[in-house]
Every structure is written in structure tokens, then in C-alpha cells.
């Protein structure tokens, strides 16, 4: 895992070299209808891919937003969420994964909906954070945002991480 961050971290800064400045800016998303928009910190890169987005920190850490399929009201969300997070974590190759927050209510900026939040270690056993927040813009139509961050870069992405869940707008 420690290899994707290098990864997406090296092509951030290869892009941020070649740009003049780096600015904060927001995005709307799903890009064809946005439903809703999300603010992505100064330093912050913004990939589109496979229908989702996914903001990338110069540190170790990323924010996704994408749309889920199978949810369609606030009764099988949490559990939904919950399964997501699991599968998340999968996705990373992570083991030992483990609930450190167990599904609860939240608000983040515009949107009620759920958060979890998990850890796991990657191959290389250093702990690796992830949170889920899965909430409805409108009637029935769900997505979910995800930010992944390494114990090491906790401290350096902190602020933004919560600026970005805050940040969530919906499209009027």
C-alpha cells in the first residue's frame, strides 16, 4: 500500500510541478447531474476515475466520493456502510482491520447521514485509518465518501480531512 501512496503521491507532485500555483478548488459531483459539491484543500490533487472522484493529500491520504447502487433508504444504510468499510479495506489489501468507531448519525456540512471509521495494517504492518461517511443528497440516491490515511501522515492531513467532510454542499 505504502507503494500506492508513492504512487499517487509522486504523479501529485510531478502535476503540482508543472502548475504554476496550487489552488483550492471545488468540485461538483456525479460530474453529468451534481447533486452536490465538495471543497478540496490548497495542495490537494483531484483525479476523475470510474465514475468517482478521488482528491489525493501530497501526504499519505485520500478522499473518494462515488455513487452507491444498492442503497436506497436510511434503514439499510448503516448496515450497508458497514459492509462498505469492510470491502474498503479489502480494496488496500489491509489485515487485521478492526472497528474503532462502531455506525453512528452524523451531520458533515449540508447531509445527515452515517460514519465508521476503521483501521487495518497494510502489507508492511504500519496502521492505515479509514472513514466512511454514507449519506442521500436527494430521495433515495446514495453515495459515499471515504478518506484512507496512514498513522504517519494523521497529523499533517488532520485538518483538511475534516475541512473536506465539512465542506459537503448540496447543488441547488
Given at each position: 500500500m505504502r507503494k500506492l501512496f508513492r504512487i499517487i503521491c509522486g504523479s501529485a507532485l510531478?502535476?503540482?510541478t508543472s502548475l504554476p500555483c496550487l489552488t483550492a478548488e471545488t468540485v461538483s459531483y456525479p460530474d453529468d447531474?451534481?447533486?452536490f459539491t465538495v471543497?478540496?484543500?490548497e495542495g490537494w490533487?483531484?483525479?476523475?476515475?470510474?465514475?468517482?472522484v478521488r482528491i489525493i493529500a501530497q501526504a499519505n491520504a485520500v478522499f473518494a466520493l462515488q455513487h452507491v447502487d444498492n442503497v436506497s433508504d436510511d434503514d439499510t444504510a448503516?448496515?450497508?456502510l458497514a459492509e462498505l468499510a469492510s470491502l474498503q479495506g479489502k480494496q488496500f489489501a489491509l489485515e487485521e482491520m478492526k472497528v474503532v468507531r462502531p455506525t453512528a448519525p452524523i451531520q458533515m456540512g449540508d447531509f445527515k447521514g452515517f460514519i465508521t471509521e476503521c483501521v487495518g495494517k497494510d502489507k508492511h504492518g504500519n496502521d492505515?485509518?479509514?472513514?466512511?461517511?454514507?449519506f442521500s443528497p436527494k430521495d433515495k440516491d446514495y453515495y459515499v465518501a471515504t478518506c484512507l490515511w496512514t498513522k504517519d501522515d494523521a497529523e499533517k492531513t488532520a485538518a483538511d480531512r475534516v475541512d473536506i467532510f465539512k465542506s459537503l454542499k448540496a447543488v441547488p
Open positions: 510531478l502535476l503540482a447531474r451534481p447533486v471543497a478540496v484543500p490533487e483531484v483525479r476523475h476515475e470510474h465514475g468517482a448503516p448496515v450497508a492505515t485509518f479509514w472513514q466512511m461517511m454514507i
